[in-house]
């Protein structure tokens, strides 16, 4: 079930995110550069979007069990609810390094919008490509077990 495409097409978005973080700037440092992420937002896009379609793929035309089936909606459920929880988490601290958010006041990045050179690794990050990748998933599996 696994091709060399959707393996490259994963490493093509381990890739993408380790890109992200690494042009990120820390909320222990303040820049006063723009959000060069932002040039890097489409290739994130699209290498996720081609994983998410070949892995939609593969999933649809694989033929599992009624059981197997079952247990690939259930397992991919409780990895969406564990990586939301994650991605929250980690929200929750990044936005406590700068005191507030960005449309507070007191916030040390008031002025900039949410999309910004602090908070990019919100947006893309591991727990949202597994979020992605679940939630992929979970839909095909739906769809497939309700079709048999």
Avoid at 4 to 26: D, G, H, K, P, T
């Amino acid at each position: 079930m696994v091709s060399r495409q959707l393996i490259i097409y994963f490493l093509l978005c381990i890739i993408a995110i380790f890109m992200v973080r690494e042009f990120s700037f820390n909320p222990e440092s303040f820049s006063s550069s723009r959000n060069s992420v932002i040039f890097i937002f489409p290739y994130v896009l699209l290498t996720f979007s081609l994983f998410g379609y070949e892995l939609f793929l593969k999933l649809k035309y694989a033929s599992f069990r009624v059981g197997t089936w079952r247990k690939m909606i259930i397992c991919s459920f409780i990895v969406i609810l564990a990586a939301s929880v994650l991605e929250f988490v980690y929200f929750s601290e990044l936005i406590h390094k700068f005191s507030r958010p960005p449309t507070r006041v007191e916030s040390r990045i008031f002025s900039y919008t949410w999309l910004n050179q602090y908070t990019n690794t919100v947006f893309v990050n591991f727990y949202t490509f597994l979020m992605y990748a679940s939630t992929v998933t979970f839909c095909t599996s739906l769809i497939t077990l309700v079709k048999k």
